[in-house]
């Protein structure tokens, strides 16, 4: 899926859960992959003091242990067939994990959204949740109760709103179908409107049937459209349209219909109607069953438009 990885770890079992996936996620014969293991060092959570002050005695033995525990990994890895290389830094983990990422040009960044390691602990909830606000490629997250299945073929989970910002999660997902031959399933979520509040710009509960009768035509057209494009290069395409709030579906969506990953953008918004992606992407990491591929809509115009070259910086 891309050719360089970085993956955070924190010396716990739940952190290294993720490791499990790097065959998912790039396969280990791919020409010019690269795995990148990255330990932070947080000393000043081991004792009582300062956080600006790091007994350099204390640094030395966290930095020896932490390098002896990474080539362990490392070992693991290359056996099976992948560069690794690794690294060992102080500061905040979030911090690193991004000034890493963009200075060895990362295409994705991999974690378990959960970890702790003996008196330390890297609350990796919020590691991950500031990692996805930071990032500029995507990452991807799993949680540590997740288990991996091993069914073929796998079943991919793209939300889309109609937005080029949701399409964003496109190529990504495209990308991941065809590398494992999964099927996709385009899903897309309308919220019922509130009658109350439409009175003022309608006449009739008719016009407001009317109304969202056109809506759902008009999505299953658009979902058919990008359906289409897809069936064009050989991936298989399911749809389905559900009206409710979106991160509800979505999950009762990844139940019933069996779904191996989620692949979505983190902001999206479509006519009326808006979909608060970054809000809906944090939803469903705090409740998915399943793991969960961001891609990040960066905007950096001052009318909110979308840098498409960064948000698809993973995607070859």
Same mark, same amino acid.
């Given at each position: 899926?891309?050719?360089?990885?970085?993956?955070? *770890?924190?010396?716990?079992?739940?952190?290294?859960?993720?490791?499990?996936?790097?065959?998912?996620?790039?396969?280990?014969?791919?020409?010019?992959?690269?795995?990148?293991?990255?330990?932070?060092?947080?000393?000043?959570?081991?004792?009582?003091?300062?956080?600006?002050?790091?007994?350099?005695? %204390?640094?030395?033995?966290?930095?020896?242990?932490?390098?002896?525990?990474?080539?362990?990994?490392?070992?693991?890895?290359?056996?099976?067939?992948?560069?690794?290389?690794?690294?060992?830094?102080?500061?905040?983990?979030?911090?690193?994990?991004?000034?890493?990422?963009?200075?060895?040009?990362?295409?994705?960044?991999?974690?378990?959204?959960?970890?702790?390691?003996?008196?330390?602990?890297?609350?990796?909830?919020?590691?991950?949740?500031?990692?996805?606000?930071?990032?500029?490629?995507?990452?991807? %997250?799993?949680?540590?109760?997740?288990?991996?299945?091993?069914?073929?073929?796998?079943? %991919? *989970?793209?939300?889309?709103?109609?937005?080029?910002?949701?399409?964003?999660? &496109?190529?990504?997902?495209?990308?991941?179908?065809?590398?494992?031959?999964?099927?996709?399933?385009? &899903?897309?979520?309308?919220?019922?409107?509130?009658?109350?509040?439409?009175?003022?710009?309608?006449?009739?509960?008719?016009?407001?049937?009317?109304?969202?009768?056109?809506?759902?035509?008009?999505?299953?057209?658009?979902?058919?459209?990008?359906?289409?494009?897809?069936?064009?290069?050989?991936?298989?395409?399911?749809?389905?349209?559900?009206?409710?709030?979106?991160?509800?579906?979505?999950?009762?969506?990844?139940?019933?219909?069996?779904?191996?990953?989620?692949?979505?953008?983190?902001?999206?918004?479509?006519?009326?109607?808006?979909?608060?992606?970054?809000?809906?992407?944090?939803?469903?990491?705090?409740?998915?069953?399943?793991? %969960?591929?961001?891609?990040?809509?960066?905007?950096?115009?001052?009318?909110?438009?979308?840098?498409?070259?960064?948000?698809?910086?993973?995607?070859?």
């Amino acid at each position: 899926m891309s050719r360089k990885i970085l993956i955070p *770890l924190d010396q716990s079992e739940l952190a290294e859960h993720v490791l499990t996936y790097v065959p998912w996620l790039v396969p280990p014969d791919k020409t010019g992959a690269e795995i990148f293991l990255l330990s932070v060092i947080e000393p000043w959570r081991y004792y009582f003091g300062e956080v600006d002050y790091n007994p350099p005695e %204390l640094v030395e033995s966290l930095r020896r242990a932490t390098l002896e525990y990474l080539e362990g990994e490392a070992a693991k890895l290359r056996d099976a067939g992948y560069a690794v290389s690794i690294q060992v830094a102080g500061g905040d983990a979030a911090e690193i994990i991004l000034e890493v990422a963009k200075a060895f040009d990362i295409s994705l960044i991999a974690m378990s959204t959960h970890g702790r390691s003996g008196m330390a602990r890297w609350a990796m909830g919020s590691v991950a949740e500031r990692v996805v606000q930071g990032a500029t490629m995507p990452i991807f %997250l799993v949680r540590e109760s997740t288990t991996m299945l091993e069914r073929e073929p796998l079943r %991919l *989970l793209v939300p889309l709103d109609g937005s080029e910002l949701a399409e964003l999660a &496109l190529p990504k997902a495209r990308e991941a179908a065809k590398n494992r031959g999964a099927e996709i399933l385009l &899903l897309h979520v309308l919220e019922k409107p509130i009658e109350d509040s439409m009175r003022l710009l309608l006449d009739s509960r008719e016009e407001l049937n009317a109304m969202v009768e056109d809506w759902q035509v008009d999505v299953q057209t658009y979902l058919e459209s990008v359906a289409e494009g897809l069936r064009a290069e050989g991936i298989q395409v399911a749809m389905r349209i559900a009206w409710g709030r979106p991160s509800e579906i979505i999950e009762q969506t990844v139940e019933a219909e069996q779904i191996d990953l989620i692949v979505m953008s983190t902001h999206g918004r479509t006519g009326l109607s808006r979909w608060v992606f970054g809000s809906i992407a944090s939803k469903v990491l705090h409740t998915s069953t399943c793991p %969960l591929l961001l891609v990040r809509a960066i905007q950096d115009g001052p009318d909110g438009t979308v840098d498409k070259d960064k948000a698809l910086a993973g995607v070859e």
